[in-house]
Antibody, heavy 120, light 107 residues
Framework: EVQLVESGGGLVQPGGSLRLSCAAS????????MTWVRQAPGKGLEWVSV????????LYADSVKGRFTISRDNSKNTLYLQMNSLRAEDTAVYYC?????????????WGQGTLVTVSS | DIQLTQSPSFLSASIGDRVTITCRAS??????LAWYQQKPGKAPKLLIY???TLQSGVPSRFSGSGSGTQFTLTISSLQPEDFATYYC?????????FGQGTKVEIK
């Protein structure tokens, strides 16, 4: 059974940093691209970032480019999102999700999400 | 970036109703469109990809159609478990944008 478990969320002050983790199990983690998607309270879904299976490709939404860094450790089956210079508008539930396969495919499995609150 | 516009943003319907949600893309995306269902406090669930292919385990009352810039999600006979928010997402190019969502509530 595919499982994705996020951790690392919490309350952080504006300008602060936080690192999210996503522990994967039930599939060959190193064979799949992985994605972060966020959802502000009461709002819709926003795609944040993607990383390829071999880490050679990383892409970001303009809203986080230069502040967030996606990475992965295939030996630990773990995905990360390093978030720096956090702003109030980054407050959201952050989901990690598995991309179905390489190419023009959506995500098929999601974690339960971890809440990040940016506030003083 | 490709913009996706869903309509309506909200709809109120009764059990057994036929429901149609539309997703319009700002430029052609072929059939590279996915539909998700999200219930309160839960992660989204993939229903359809590409535009008209039902994912495994999704009830046959759900169907998708369209290509290019105009897409629809139809629920042929609304069931109690279908009350949720539905999102379309394009996977033609990055950034992978979502529609703003359509909330389906009980009339």
């Amino acid at each position: 059974e595919v499982q994705l478990v996020e951790s690392g969320g919490g309350l952080v002050q504006p300008g602060g940093s936080l690192r999210l983790s996503c522990a994967a199990s039930g599939f060959t983690f190193s064979s799949y691209s992985m994605t972060w998607v966020r959802q502000a309270p009461g709002k819709g879904l926003e795609w944040v970032s993607v990383i390829s299976d071999s880490t050679d490709v990383t892409l970001y939404a303009d809203s986080v480019k230069g502040r967030f860094t996606i990475s992965r450790d295939n030996s630990k089956n773990t995905l990360y999102l390093q978030m720096n210079s956090l702003r109030a508008e980054d407050t959201a539930v952050y989901y990690c999700a598995r991309k179905m396969r390489y190419g023009n495919y959506p995500v098929d499995y999601w974690g339960q999400g971890t809440l990040v609150t940016v506030s003083s | 970036d490709i913009q996706l516009t869903q309509s309506p943003s909200f709809l109120s319907a009764s059990i057994g109703d036929r429901v149609t949600i539309t997703c319009r893309a700002s430029q052609g995306i072929g059939s590279y469109l996915a539909w998700y269902q999200q219930k309160p406090g839960k992660a989204p669930k993939l229903l359809i990809y590409p535009a008209s292919t039902l994912q495994s385990g999704v009830p046959s009352r759900f169907s998708g159609s369209g290509s290019g810039t105009q897409f629809t999600l139809t629920i042929s006979s609304l069931q109690p478990e279908d009350f949720a928010t539905y999102y379309c997402q394009q996977v033609d190019s990055y950034p992978r944008t979502f529609g703003q969502g359509t909330k389906v509530e009980i009339k």
